[in-house]
């Protein structure tokens, strides 16, 4: 018996909505004007209600640690590698000398080389 009170349900609700399909396709070849001026308010109605919904309660959440710190990593770090704006002053000898100072820093204090076992030779015929 519960079968069939599922086929009942499901025909109704196939029902209600090729009954909901047939009215709008009717109102928009009929009233056109209506139809899309009433989908635009409601449009209108369902962004202005998740933009209060997003603003009053999703926006104030308190941020968590992670991005504190990330937030901090980043300013810590634009802090470090800010460079001072050239004036129009300098000549281009200056400008040279900085960029050849530049060149020659270029190596990152935090990258090391690792001496591995150079005394031990690989042999070639072993392969």
Request: glycine fraction near 4%.
């Given at each position: 018996m519960?079968?069939?009170?599922?086929?009942?349900?499901?025909i109704?609700?196939?029902?209600?909505?090729?009954?909901?399909?047939?009215?709008?396709?009717?109102?928009?070849?009929?009233?056109?004007?209506?139809?899309?001026?009433?989908?635009?308010?409601?449009?209108?109605?369902?962004?202005?209600?998740?933009?209060?919904?997003?603003?009053?309660?999703?926006?104030?959440?308190?941020?968590?640690?992670?991005?504190?710190?990330?937030?901090?990593?980043?300013?810590?770090?634009?802090?470090?590698?800010?460079?001072?704006?050239?004036?129009?002053?300098?000549?281009?000898?200056?400008?040279q000398?900085?960029?050849?100072?530049?060149?020659?820093n270029?190596?990152a204090?935090?990258?090391?080389?690792?001496?591995?076992?150079?005394?031990?030779?690989?042999?070639?015929?072993?392969?």
């Amino acid at each position: 018996m519960p079968r069939n009170k599922m086929s009942v349900k499901s025909i109704l609700i196939y029902t209600l909505i090729g009954l909901a399909v047939i009215g709008i396709v009717s109102q928009l070849f009929t009233n056109t004007v209506n139809f899309f001026t009433s989908i635009f308010i409601t449009l209108g109605i369902g962004i202005a209600i998740f933009a209060v919904f997003y603003f009053v309660f999703l926006r104030k959440r308190t941020p968590s640690n992670d991005m504190q710190k990330y937030k901090k990593a980043v300013k810590q770090s634009k802090a470090k590698y800010k460079q001072p704006k050239a004036t129009h002053q300098t000549t281009t000898a200056n400008r040279q000398q900085t960029q050849i100072k530049k060149k020659v820093n270029k190596r990152a204090p935090h990258l090391r080389v690792i001496d591995g076992n150079k005394h031990k030779k690989k042999d070639r015929a072993s392969f």
